[in-house]
């Protein structure tokens, strides 16, 4: 961990938590020099007129409004794609701010809970690490990590225990997605006509449904059933090109 010197700008709309970051740059990391503070967007962008820092630390909830955050980070990264950009938010929720952020160019979120700002984060951050996150938001991907797998694995056990080849899929995803069989007959990766799909289709509530279960299954049940199996993945429905 280098102790160069760099610069940086805080942007914190409560007073009392600005007191607090500063307090912690000026005990825990003390080669930052803070060379501007900003409560509202209007009091930041004059900042950087005058001196660019090296690190900008940004709060997202800027006077009750959570975009204003996402919109600095954009246009920080077009205008001053080398400075850093260090998240410090109180969102601790708002799983989706967190993904508008990222994508915004943000290179970590802190989130004001937990160990709060460290020093590691801080030099993660300059030295040139992208993703950096404190533990409450680190946990939370985490735990996301092991469903998104979980689900993954029992979608590939489900397509190999009921034999599930790549046409019966692409059956299943179109019907899902509303179309008529005369529509994914028409598909250009579909060699079937109508009538292939519909035996294809008696076939697929054969092998998904028990012999007590098959009384009156249409499509519409079938599908549901394929979704359940995590044979469809709901997240993924898209259709192919015509």
């Known amino acids: 961990m280098s ?18 970051t500063e307090e912690i740059f000026r005990h825990e990391i003390p080669e930052a020099e803070i060379i501007g503070t900003a409560m509202t967007e209007a009091d930041f962008w004059p900042l950087m007129e005058i001196e660019t820092p090296e690190l900008i630390l940004l709060d997202l909830g800027l006077g009750g409004s959570t975009t204003i955050g996402v919109d600095i980070c954009k246009n920080v990264t077009k205008k001053y794609p080398n400075v850093k950009i260090l ?11 967190w993904v508008d952020v990222l994508n915004a160019g943000a290179d970590g979120i802190i989130l004001k809970t937990g ?20 533990y409450p938001i680190l946990e ?15 979608r590939q056990e489900a397509i190999i225990d009921y034999d599930i080849d790549e046409y019966d899929e692409r059956f299943l995803r179109h019907l899902a997605l509303g179309y008529t069989k005369d529509m994914i007959a028409s598909l250009k990766a579909m060699p079937f006509g109508v009538k ?14 028990s012999n007590d279960e098959r009384v009156g299954i249409n499509a519409t049940r079938l599908v549901v059933r394929a979704i359940e199996l995590r044979i469809l993945d709901i997240d993924n429905l898209e259709a192919d090109e015509e």
């Open 115 to 134: 160990e709060l700002l460290t020093k590691t984060d801080v030099h993660a951050v300059m030295d040139g690490k992208r993703l950096v996150f404190n």
């Open 140 to 154: 939370k991907i985490i735990d996301r990590f092991k469903i998104s797998v979980a689900n993954d694995a029992k």
């Open 196 to 209: 292939s799909l519909e035996k294809r289709q008696n076939d697929l509530i054969n092998r998904l449904f």
């Open 87 to 97: 998240i410090f938010t109180g969102e601790i929720l708002n799983e989706k701010l």
């Open 3 to 20: 102790d160069k010197k760099f610069k940086v700008i805080i942007v914190e709309d409560v007073k009392l938590e600005l007191k607090g």
